[in-house]
């Protein structure tokens, strides 16, 4: 348990020291700006995506999520400048993922991604690459570490599109815990 424990804090930190700051503040930027998102990922990475999608949407962004390797390349087909196309693949190279960024970019949008590789042909190919440290000798592929790391970018992501969106991104999340309180069984 501690050596598990202590791959996914060592994957945080180097992951945080990877960082590129200037990078990730034109991403937001993008982001922010971004008429829409569409997030992809298959098989693991999937699930990553799924709560990119649901983070985008908590803060007002239209966003929609394609995780079917089909509705992937059409969507990707439809994409347009000023959108945006966000990946997750772990390993940078899952060719349905690849392929719906190649399509979103030959249409105009930015595309971004969160891998753990960055010679990856993903990390090549979009524009705004995120990488999270992976351990590879300690762990087999797609360690929890990484994955660890990789929902840790998309708090960083989504942590700087509220501070972007200022009192709105504030009233929005208030307005989503209270219908979320809502939801939940009282006590």
Excluded at 92 to 111: D, N, P
Excluded at 130 to 149: F, G, I, M, Q
């Amino acid at each position: 348990a501690q050596k598990v424990f202590d791959s996914s804090i060592r994957a945080l930190r180097n992951t945080a020291a990877m960082l590129d700051p200037t990078a990730l503040e034109k991403l937001l930027d993008a982001l922010s700006q971004a008429k829409r998102i569409c997030t992809f990922g298959v098989g693991t990475s999937a699930a990553i995506a799924e709560d990119a999608h649901y983070r985008f949407l908590q803060l007002g962004c239209p966003a929609s999520c394609y995780t079917d390797i089909l509705f992937m390349s059409i969507a990707a087909l439809n994409m347009k400048p000023k959108e945006v196309a966000f990946a997750v693949s772990h390993s940078g190279r899952t060719e349905a993922t690849l392929e719906a960024m190649r399509l979103a970019k030959a249409q105009g949008a930015v595309t971004a991604a969160i891998t753990s590789y960055r010679a990856s042909p993903l990390a090549q190919l979009v524009d705004y690459p995120l990488v999270a440290y992976a351990d590879e000798t300690a762990y087999p592929v797609e360690a929890v570490s990484a994955r660890l790391a990789h929902l840790c970018l998309l708090d960083v992501l989504a942590t700087g599109l509220a501070l972007r969106g200022g009192p709105a991104a504030a009233k929005r999340l208030a307005r989503k815990n209270q219908i979320l309180e809502h939801i939940r069984k009282k006590k």
